[in-house]
């Protein structure tokens, strides 16, 4: 392997979030320390990801299939749909089982400074199944940034005119938070969202 190929390796996962160049040259060495058991297998299991994982076309979800395994499990309620940013957001809420029923990937939120407006936004097949009545509710679980509030205002606008129920995911406190470490935008909003115990 050549010096530039090394660079071009080095480069590529450098591009990856979360992901520098000094993270990316350690990375790049560990695979290429033992490139038969790390390097290969990584490689071809990256191959078959990009030939047979698909976006589904009912929610924006990762999957083999399409509709995705969540859009197709008929022990999850389909009537309530909880919207997120990203598959990523839906990946946490599935690992934390903290939502049983379906989603809707927005795909980003939007944003004028990055130039997305609603028509960036995966919302046709979300707005398909309020108009068929087959959604109850619609839990929107967005970031709590001004684009995300931005958007379920948007969302909350549109989807007004259904006979659904519109939530919100709470915010505030952490789970083992302590209130003097709290910024005030999440301190004050903990305190809004209050519920009786």
């Not at 909880?82 to 598959?87: A, F, I, L, Q």
């Not at 549109?158 to 003097?180: E, F, H, N, T, W």
Request: proline content about 5%.
């Amino acid at each position: 392997m050549a010096v530039a190929d090394i660079d071009h390796l080095i480069g590529l996962i450098a591009r990856l979030p979360g992901l520098g160049p000094r993270s990316a040259r350690r990375v790049a060495l560990a695979l290429l320390r033992d490139p038969q058991r790390r390097m290969l297998p990584l490689a071809r299991a990256m191959e078959s990801a990009a030939m047979s994982v698909k976006t589904c076309s009912v929610c924006g979800n990762l999957d083999v299939t399409d509709p995705c395994r969540i859009c197709v499990d008929p022990d999850r309620p389909h009537d309530i749909v909880c919207v997120v940013e990203t598959v990523s957001d839906l990946w946490a809420l599935e690992r934390a089982g903290a939502h049983r029923g379906v989603y809707q990937v927005l795909g980003g939120v939007l944003s004028a400074l990055k130039g997305i407006g609603p028509e960036d936004l995966n919302v046709g097949s979300l707005f398909e199944r309020l108009r068929d009545g087959s959604i109850r509710e619609v839990i929107l679980a967005l970031g709590s940034t001004v684009e995300g509030a931005t958007t379920m205002y948007w969302l909350q606008e549109k989807i007004a005119p259904y006979d659904v129920v519109v939530s919100r995911v709470a915010q505030g406190v952490p789970m083992g938070g302590a209130l003097d470490v709290l910024d005030d935008g999440t301190l004050a909003a903990a305190v809004s969202a209050r519920r009786l115990i």
